[in-house]
């Protein structure tokens, strides 16, 4: 899934999110993807309601802005894989600012959520020894800090700025100035 950007409502009564609800047992890449969506139900997430096994699940250079009701602002429940360079800029009802459950593999890297939301990143959940949940250059966010905007673009800019997009300021529908992807 890549330079895709939804705009809406989706509500449902469990896995539900902006771009994907449930991807299973197959294996995803997702980058340069933004959600507008306001986002109702169980198991739900700005950009993912529920991740699949895969441990090459990536998600890479996303951010939420639509509202969630239910468990978390980029990732409702992630099995296993990698977050990069991500934010959730949203307001969450009844949940965290990344990724509400983990079960396994999990990586959080250079990705950051809004300082509203009290229980940031959110909880482990393992059912083995196996189990692993890092977490890397993450933190609380405000909406007009150029260190976002700088540390976004510096993981942008080592990785390939040719294929991620770059981050700026734009004033959004309720003249709120909030980080965007060029």
Same mark, same amino acid.
């Given at each position: 899934? =890549?330079?895709?950007?939804?705009? !809406?409502?989706? #509500?449902? &009564?469990? &896995?539900?999110?902006?771009?994907?609800?449930?991807?299973g047992?197959?294996?995803? /890449?997702?980058? &340069?993807? #933004?959600?507008?969506?306001?986002?109702?139900?169980?198991?739900?997430?700005?950009?993912?309601?529920?991740g699949?096994?895969?441990?090459?699940?990536? @998600?890479?250079?996303?951010? +939420?802005?639509? $509202?969630?009701s239910?468990?978390?602002?980029?990732? !409702?429940?992630?099995?296993?894989?990698?977050?990069?360079?991500?934010? =959730?800029h949203?307001?969450?009802?009844?949940?965290?600012?990344?990724?509400?459950?983990?079960? +396994?593999?999990?990586?959080?890297?250079?990705?950051?959520?809004? &300082? $509203? #939301?009290?229980?940031?990143?959110?909880?482990?959940?393992?059912? +083995?020894?196996?189990?692993?949940?890092?977490?890397? =250059?993450?933190?609380?966010?405000?909406?007009?800090?150029? $260190?976002? @905007?700088?540390?976004? +673009?510096?993981?942008?800019?080592? =990785?390939?700025?040719?294929?991620?997009? /770059?981050?700026?300021?734009? /004033?959004?529908?309720?003249? /709120?100035?909030?980080?965007?992807?060029?």
């Open positions: 899934i =890549n330079n895709v950007e939804t705009f !809406g409502l989706v #509500i449902g &009564n469990e &896995n539900v999110g902006g771009l994907c609800g449930d991807f047992y197959c294996e995803l /890449k997702m980058q &340069n993807c #933004i959600n507008r969506c306001q986002i109702s139900g169980n198991w739900s997430g700005g950009l993912l309601g529920y699949g096994t895969s441990s090459n699940n990536k @998600i890479m250079n996303c951010a +939420n802005y639509g $509202d969630i239910g468990n978390a602002g980029l990732i !409702g429940y992630w099995s296993s894989g990698t977050i990069f360079n991500c934010c =959730n949203s307001n969450v009802t009844g949940g965290c600012g990344l990724i509400y459950k983990t079960y +396994n593999y999990t990586t959080i890297e250079n990705s950051f959520w809004l &300082n $509203d #939301i009290s229980s940031n990143v959110g909880t482990e959940y393992s059912t +083995n020894s196996s189990g692993r949940w890092k977490k890397t =250059n993450c933190g609380i966010i405000t909406m007009n800090s150029q $260190d976002l @905007i700088d540390a976004l +673009n510096e993981w942008v800019n080592n =990785n390939d700025p040719t294929l991620y997009r /770059k981050w700026i300021y734009k /004033k959004d529908s309720e003249g /709120k100035v909030c980080p965007a992807m060029e």
